[in-house]
T-cell receptor
Framework: AQSVTQPDIHITVSEGASLELRCNYS??????LFWYVQSPGQGLQLLLK??????LVQGIKGFEAEFKRSQSSFNLRKPSVHWSDAAEYFC???????????FGAGTQVVVTP | GAVVSQHPSRVICKSGTSVKIECRSL??????MFWYRQFPKQSLMLMAT?????????EQGVEKDKFLINHASLTLSTLTVTSAHPEDSSFYIC?????????????FGPGTRLLVL
């Protein structure tokens, strides 16, 4: 069965500190993996995606993610968070670069001064 | 990048009425669009796949007679919540893929918040 797990429901981080959001997936075929960010009351913005090639993917807003096949993980990182990074982050998996996606439960990130 | 719009952004209606939500791809053609529902503090759940010129494909557990989808053109899909009830109150988000782009990419609309009283 396909599934996406984001173990952390809520993360609080100080501004300027590093951030890592965890994502584990279970997928029958080779998956496309995505990270989206959602600000309150807004739609989704794509941060980055991965299908093949270099397992370290660079995205927008200074985010990066690393695909680890052996761990079925696709964790999102940012070296130094800004107050504007406070939002909900969703990991998602799909069968191709676009199409229907299965989303994780999301991780709420709170940034403190 | 490409833009997907939704209208209205927010709607309040009485129980028993029907509500239509539009999803438009503004600068590209989308043969396929997707409708998601997001309850407060929860993730997005795919409701259906909207196919231009043909019937929508609904996910298991989604009532097709309650959530009517019409994809009449390559830039417009509509979701009609028929006989809405308070439990239908949710955030509805559509997405569309730009298959004509050099690198296929999916774009999400800003969402429509539905409140049924």
């Amino acid at each position: 069965a396909q599934s996406v797990t984001q173990p952390d429901i809520h993360i609080t981080v100080s501004e300027g500190a590093s951030l890592e959001l965890r994502c584990n997936y279970s997928y029958g075929a080779t998956p496309y993996l995505f990270w989206y960010v959602q600000s309150p009351g807004q739609g989704l913005q794509l941060l980055l995606k991965y299908f093949s090639g270099d397992t370290l993917v660079q995205g927008i807003k200074g985010f990066e993610a690393e695909f680890k096949r052996s761990q079925s993980s696709f964790n999102l990182r940012k070296p130094s968070v800004h107050w504007s990074d406070a939002a909900e982050y969703f990991c998602a998996v799909g069968a191709r670069s676009w199409g229907k996606l299965q989303f994780g439960a999301g991780t709420q990130v709170v940034v403190t001064p | 990048g490409a833009v997907v719009s939704q209208h209205p952004s927010r709607v309040i209606c009485k129980s028993g009425t029907s509500v239509k939500i539009e999803c438009r791809s503004l600068d590209f053609q989308a043969t396929t669009m997707f409708w998601y529902r997001q309850f407060p503090k929860q993730s997005l759940m795919l409701m259906a796949t909207s196919n231009e010129g043909s019937k929508a494909t609904y996910e298991q557990g989604v009532e097709k007679d309650k959530f009517l989808i019409n994809h009449a053109s390559l830039t417009l899909s509509t979701l009609t919540v028929t006989s809405a009830h308070p439990e239908d109150s949710s955030f509805y988000i559509c997405s569309a893929g730009d298959s004509g782009a050099a690198q296929e990419t999916q774009y999400f609309g800003p969402g429509t918040r539905l409140l049924v009283l």
